[in-house]
């Protein structure tokens, strides 16, 4: 992708700052030391001082105005791309293949021939395919190329990090290994979030949601219910179909009872009790905090079932990733002779 440029392009920019940055330091340095040499204190010695003071913030900023313009010639660029991207005609060969598909279910095997013969070709096709994969509860964000709106947001985040790099300056300046780091993690972040495209918070309980919505808005009857419920539960993935039946459980959908046994939706066996302990690591990974204690996280994955509990883990380390305390605990309430701690 053309677009990952501008990664290389700001990590080149953030060195070049640097060098240049330490570069005026170390002149600045030994002409203070000459100063001192040369003048005794006095009003000859405060106007020396100021005057080399004076030009290293010149010779800084113009530093940082010289960066921040290249940078911005290459956020400017990559803008560009995005418009000419949004500008792209819609051929009448798609409208034509998407008239086809819109009644059609489809698995995510039949989702991916589709995109591998005819995706990432044209802008608004691409965006057709991503509302054919979300009605149909398919995960493509390793398929299509990420929408303008996904790029333009990591595009503005990864601006953001550019500019607070190059204002950090003075005496609470972090050394340039630990920011050099810290914006290396962000453009690795950022660059991942390009290259990875689809809207993160689109998560499987809002992808259930919208299938379940479909198929009880969309049918006159029972039968016809049923028949967009199989078929919006047989192409689902797992964690979908999980989120489908926690949300058919909770009666906030009105659905057919009938037409949801004549589904086939396993909402009474392995997969219901699946759904439930989905929920149950969810709701209590929800609670935590990265304040949280030892005790509090040990009584958090017991009242989620503990570490039984299949989902427990991902959950819990999804919401705090990096959070030593917890891994801690869970790998410590893994063994099998844990003690349940006390209420």
């Not at 979300?134 to 500019?163: C, H, Q």
């Amino acid at each position: 992708m053309k677009e990952l440029e501008i990664f290389a392009q700001a990590a080149v920019i953030r060195d070049s700052f640097e060098a240049r940055r330490k570069q005026l330091e170390k002149r600045r340095e030994q002409e203070r030391k000459e100063i001192l040499r040369t003048y005794r204190p006095g009003p000859a010695l405060d106007a020396a001082e100021a005057e080399s003071k004076n030009y290293f913030e010149k010779e800084m900023s113009s530093n940082r105005a010289k960066c921040r313009n290249e940078f911005e010639e290459a956020y400017s660029k990559a803008v560009m791309a995005q418009k000419a991207r949004a500008n792209q005609q819609v051929r009448e060969k798609d409208v034509e293949l998407f008239q086809v598909l819109d009644s059609l279910p489809m698995s995510e095997s039949e989702f991916r021939f589709l995109v591998e013969a005819q995706g990432n070709r044209s802008y608004w096709f691409d965006r057709k395919l991503e509302a054919l994969a979300e009605r149909n509860g398919i995960d493509a964000k390793d398929m299509i190329d990420p929408s303008v709106g996904t790029v333009m947001e990591v595009l503005n985040n990864l601006k953001e990090r550019v500019t607070l790099f190059l204002d950090a300056e003075g005496e609470e300046r972090e050394s340039y290994a630990v920011l050099a780091a810290l914006h290396d993690a962000s453009l690795s972040r950022l660059e991942n979030a390009l290259v990875a495209g689809a809207d993160p918070g689109f998560s499987p309980e809002k992808k259930a949601k919208k299938l379940l919505h479909e198929a009880a808005s969309s049918a006159p009857n029972v039968i016809a219910q049923a028949q967009n419920l199989a078929s919006a539960y047989r192409t689902a993935s797992e964690p979908v179909q999980l989120a489908m039946i926690t949300e058919i459980e909770s009666g906030k959908i009105r659905l057919y009872e009938e037409a949801v046994k004549l589904s086939g939706i396993d909402y009474d066996g392995a997969k219901a009790e699946a759904a439930r302990q989905r929920t149950k690591a969810i709701e209590a990974a929800e609670k935590l905090t990265a304040d949280d204690s030892f005790a509090d996280y040990a009584k958090a994955i017991y009242a989620a079932g503990g570490m039984a509990n299949p989902f427990l883990r991902e959950a819990f380390e999804k919401k705090l990733p990096n959070n030593e305390v917890l891994r801690r605990t869970m790998d410590v309430l893994s063994q099998p002779d844990t003690a349940k701690p006390d209420a």
